[in-house]
């Protein structure tokens, strides 16, 4: 502790504010401060200080405001000025790309690249109930899904990514949520691969949109499986191809324009996968193909998206030739008496 720099500080508080009767974080405890102070290096990460900046200059807010973290639109209702406005408008511009949204902020639209609304109307449903969980979003983006679990009523939500730009962001919504939450809701910007082995920590894990980034997908099982108390639920969300239990495929050096694509099973083999981990009542509970008005280009996301990566003549391959971006959620618990499995 004694090393720590002060904004490392404030996060490890926060997170221990909330974990710290278990003893079963404790290894993770010990090893968060440097874990931290890797994820915030502002030598390592070129834009870093800039978007801490930004963060840092927004205004101080009115208390008085209406959050509804249960809306499709995460939305923070609050009376600006025509100048606060302004200033937030153009603070939180600096931290674009904004990916994962969509918000509503003090009367600022942030019109993201997915509309990560429609992914958690098709998740949510299916979900044991969030009530007063211990949850774990791996790769959770800027936080727009871990809000609405919040809002779901989990009694702490944290979102593991390490991606500081998505850091930023979390930090940003946060201004403007304050304390509506009760803290509920918390970011460290570390990887699954700094999450200790075999916590059996969370009452739900969820992995959304990482599966296919692992180079090792069973590992990836194995790990999400030790981050869950005994009975957890795991929320797996992915890229899938069709085909039966054996299918699985892995394209070139980029799929859909994405780098570091790996393994894109079928849904059945996936559910054959995570049952060889040791996870049982596995089911799909759903399958599509992502839409165009899903992922879009918009003014936060100024980039190219989807439409450009589909094959103009043939909207159900991607530019390289490949079957179009199918995604499948498939839940799963991890046994009450945990399996030793290969
Ligand atoms: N080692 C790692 N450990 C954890 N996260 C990682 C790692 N490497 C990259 N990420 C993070 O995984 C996320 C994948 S996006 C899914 C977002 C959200 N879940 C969504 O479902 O919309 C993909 C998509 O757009 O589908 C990014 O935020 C990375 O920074």
Not at 26 to 43: H, I, S, V, Y
Not at 110 to 125: G, L, Y
Not at 306 to 321: H, S
Request: glycine fraction near 6%; include cysteine; aromatic fraction near 10%.
């Amino acid at each position: 502790m004694a090393l720590l720099p002060n904004d490392h500080r404030v996060l490890y508080q926060a997170f221990l504010d909330q974990a710290t009767q278990d003893a079963s974080l404790t290894p993770w405890l010990a090893k968060l401060p440097e874990q931290l102070a890797n994820g915030l290096d502002r030598q390592r990460h070129g834009d870093l200080s800039a978007w801490e900046k930004a963060v840092a200059k927004l205004p101080p807010l009115p208390e008085q405001r209406r959050v509804d973290l249960n809306s499709d639109t995460l939305t923070v209702e609050l009376d600006l000025t025509d100048s606060q406005q302004r200033q937030c408008f153009n603070l939180l511009r600096k931290l674009a790309p904004w990916r994962k949204g969509p918000f509503s902020l003090g009367g600022i639209e942030i019109d993201t690249e997915w509309r990560s609304d429609w992914k958690w109307q098709r998740v949510s449903p299916h979900l044991a109930p969030l009530k007063y969980r211990k949850v774990l979003d791996v790769g959770g983006g800027s936080g727009y899904h871990a809000w609405r679990m919040a809002g779901a009523g989990a009694a702490f939500v944290l979102v593991i990514d390490p991606s500081p730009r998505f850091y930023w962001q979390f930090q940003a919504v946060r201004h403007f949520v304050g304390n509506a939450d009760e803290g509920r809701t918390q970011f460290l910007p570390v990887g699954i691969e700094d999450v200790p082995e075999n916590l059996g920590f969370f009452d739900t894990v969820f992995s959304m949109g990482v599966l296919y980034h692992r180079p090792s997908p069973l590992e990836h099982l194995q790990q999400l499986k030790g981050a869950l108390a005994p009975g957890g639920e795991l929320v797996l969300e992915t890229l899938v191809v069709e085909g039966d239990e054996q299918t699985v495929f892995v394209p070139g050096e980029r799929y859909a324009a994405m780098p570091n694509v790996y393994f894109l099973p079928s849904s059945k083999a996936l559910c054959h996968w995570l049952e060889r981990c040791g996870f049982t009542n596995v089911r799909v509970v759903d399958e599509a193909v992502t839409t165009l008005d899903e992922q879009r280009s918009t003014e936060w996301m100024t980039y190219q998206s989807l439409a450009d990566f589909l094959d103009p003549e043939d909207r159900t391959r991607t530019i390289e030739g490949y079957p179009a971006p199918r995604r499948a959620v498939i839940l799963a618990n991890k046994p009450e008496a945990s399996v030793a499995t290969a």
